[in-house]
């Protein structure tokens, strides 16, 4: 029985796959594409135009004016709104010249050029000719809520995993160097992606680690001498790392209501919601608790270095000492899924990393008899529709 509904599953997935690949459904994926991206595009336009809702789009609007003026992005010594590197409030200053609606136009349109090249870059990480094709198709219809996500709240996850994706396909055709600044430019967008430095080393690119971390230095400290001056450049460094490189038994950085609430799915936040007896909601809402037992933090924070010492070894054995294009696409695929995994903060938005290992697996089912890959599959589409429209829950 088992064996039959595995066949006809499939068998279906085959035909979806067949079917998107002929030319009258590329015309109307095409279509799909471009009306979702236009419409995903305007919506926070026009909603800020007819309503005044901004999201976080008014915290980077804030930020942009805030380097405008002159002052300071992050207080001393006070909790601050923009917990982003310096150098990103130094690039919001450009659109928040123009006010603050030309901001969200100018974001929201960067998204959808972002996601254009995740499609493309997804493309060739999992070796296909066209850029269209059905395992992409089929993984972008399923992560279409957290894309809508990134424009709903102005969140910049498409660009980051377009520059991160782009530094794989460099890593593949040997351009090391552009590589390590590609990555270097998403760290100072949002810090997480520097998690790819051990991978870097490891896999011996010693060129683009070094790349990354010049290229860092100099976004950091080196170009925004001219517009803040050498003391304001380093006290901005000073004081964003002192406020963000924080983790505590009360919460993470500077968002402790919701580090440990159901909306961080990190490492950090799902252990310490099942170890420890902390409310996964979020002030002022009621407290309510899903742990399954009551640990100390010292031990849970020994739990999350066990789980990542097993993850990292077992990538590391999964890991073939010769790279190819098959092997590559793999291991990138689950080198996103472990940054995902232990950045500190990651809320729904940044789910859309999730584009490519999810291509990689459709693409892979579809071409094998593995009954093991469709349970994986089917595991991965159950939790991420879940996530998708019933957050809290799932």
């Known amino acids: 029985m088992a064996t ?21 459904a590329r015309f109307l994926v095409r279509l799909l594409f471009i009306t979702t991206a236009l419409t995903f595009t305007l919506i926070p336009f026009i909603r800020f135009l007819r309503t005044g809702t901004d999201m976080d789009y008014r915290t980077w609007y804030q930020a942009g004016q805030t380097v405008l003026d ?19 409030a130094l690039m919001l200053a ?16 960067v998204n959808t050029v972002a996601w254009l090249l995740c499609i493309w870059f997804t493309s060739g990480l999992v070796s296909e000719k066209r ?4 395992p992409i198709v089929i993984a972008n219809l399923i992560a279409i809520p957290f894309v809508w996500s990134s424009y709903h709240l102005g969140q910049p996850s498409l660009l980051l995993l377009a520059l991160v994706l782009g530094a ?7 351009r090391q160097f552009l590589a390590g600044a590609l990555i270097a430019v998403a760290v100072a967008i949002k810090a997480f992606p520097v998690l790819a430095i051990p ?47 924080r983790y505590e038994e009360g919460g993470i950085a500077q968002r402790p209501a919701r580090s440990y609430s ?38 849970v924070n020994m739990v999350i270095v066990a789980c990542a010492l097993i993850l990292g070894a077992f990538f590391v054995w999964t890991m073939p000492r010769e790279c190819s294009p098959q092997s590559n696409a793999g291991e990138f695929a689950a080198l996103l899924t472990l940054i995902l995994m232990f950045t500190p903060l990651a809320f729904g938005y940044l789910f859309v990393w999730l584009m490519v290992p999810l291509t990689l697996l459709i693409k ?29 829950l799932a």
């Open 168 to 174: 794989f396909l460099s890593l593949r055709c040997h």
């Open 4 to 24: 039959a509904r595995f066949h006809r599953v499939i068998i279906w997935l085959r035909g979806l796959a067949e079917w998107l690949d002929c030319p009258r």
């Open 131 to 134: 850029i269209q094709n059905s």
């Open 199 to 245: 991978y870097l080393i490891y896999r011996r690119y010693w060129t683009a680690a070094a790349a990354l971390l010049v290229t860092l230095i100099i976004l950091l400290l080196i170009l925004p001498i001219p517009f803040r001056g050498w003391q304001r450049t380093v006290n901005d460094v000073s004081e964003w790392q002192r406020g963000m490189l």
């Open 364 to 392: 892979r089912t579809i071409a094998s008899n593995d009954s093991t890959l469709l349970n994986y599959l089917l595991v991965a589409f159950v939790l991420l529709v879940a996530t998708g429209i019933a957050p809290r």
């Open 262 to 299: 159901w909306k961080n799915q990190s490492i950090f936040g799902v252990a310490n919601r099942l170890l420890r007896r902390i409310t996964v909601d979020d002030k002022p809402n009621p407290s309510v608790y899903a742990n399954i037992v009551n640990l100390n933090f010292k031990t």
């Open 94 to 109: 450009v659109p928040a010249f123009f006010g603050k609606a030309a901001l969200i136009l100018v974001l929201s349109s």
């Open 70 to 88: 002159g002052g300071e992005i992050f207080p001393h010594g006070e909790i601050f709104p923009f917990m982003y590197p310096p150098t990103c």
